[in-house]
């Protein structure tokens, strides 16, 4: 297996963030990114069930906690990783990448609805430390991911995660070609600063 090489960069949140935006007004659920170090850069929820678990309950920390976990497996093998979260969501873990050999940060995003069994619902708010009427409330708050795009969510999750590895892999391009451009600049500026303060030297030698 060839090699992965991770790149700490600078996340471009504004160019993420629509693109999350978008994915959730699609399935109704959550959206994490992450950089190489597996700290967040980006979460939207659009979840009611999600945000109780997340927010709420008092071990909010299960599922940031197993989604990071889920993230640096796709960092650190390149591939995507697909889960059952502690809320009992199906969760997509994708690897964001400049290149083949490059890797970034990763994007995990839960992809199923959540459970409507009643006595799931409660096992879990249970494991989660929350009163169940709410959970068992917001469960029925969260629009349900239509049967069309829930046949079709990983994919939708899949064609998201490649635009914005293509966005922040041109964006890290450019940057870096303005670097390279800057300190040619640089360069030059202070060739011809050495070069006149050598002309000025000479000539005032000269004349004494």
Avoid at 66 to 82: G, H, M, N, V
Avoid at 192 to 201: A, G, L
Wanted: net charge positive; proline share 4%; hydrophobic share 40%.
């Amino acid at each position: 297996m060839e090699p992965v090489r991770r790149l700490k960069i600078d996340f471009e949140k504004e160019l993420i963030s629509p693109i999350q935006l978008y994915l959730m007004s699609i399935l109704n659920t959550s959206a994490i990114v992450y950089d190489i170090d597996g700290e967040v850069i980006g979460e939207v929820n659009a979840s009611p069930y999600c945000k109780t678990l997340r927010f709420i309950s008092e071990r909010k920390d299960l599922c940031l906690s197993y989604s990071r976990e889920l993230a640096k497996s796709a960092i650190q093998f390149k591939k995507t990783f697909e889960d059952v979260c502690p809320g009992g969501l199906t969760m997509l873990s994708m690897p964001l990448c400049l290149d083949d050999k490059t890797v970034i940060g990763a994007h995990c995003v839960t992809i199923s609805n959540p459970l409507r069994s009643k006595f799931s619902v409660y096992d879990i708010a249970a494991q989660f430390h929350v009163d169940a009427r709410i959970l068992w409330d917001a469960v029925k708050k969260t629009p349900l991911i239509p049967r069309p795009i829930l046949k079709i969510a990983r994919e939708q999750a899949i064609l998201s995660t490649d635009l914005m590895s293509k966005l922040m892999g041109r964006m890290y391009i450019l940057k870096q070609s303005e670097a390279t451009m800057a300190k040619k600049y640089h360069d030059a500026e202070e060739f011809f600063r050495i070069h006149k303060n050598e002309q000025v030297f000479n000539h005032g030698k000269f004349i004494a």
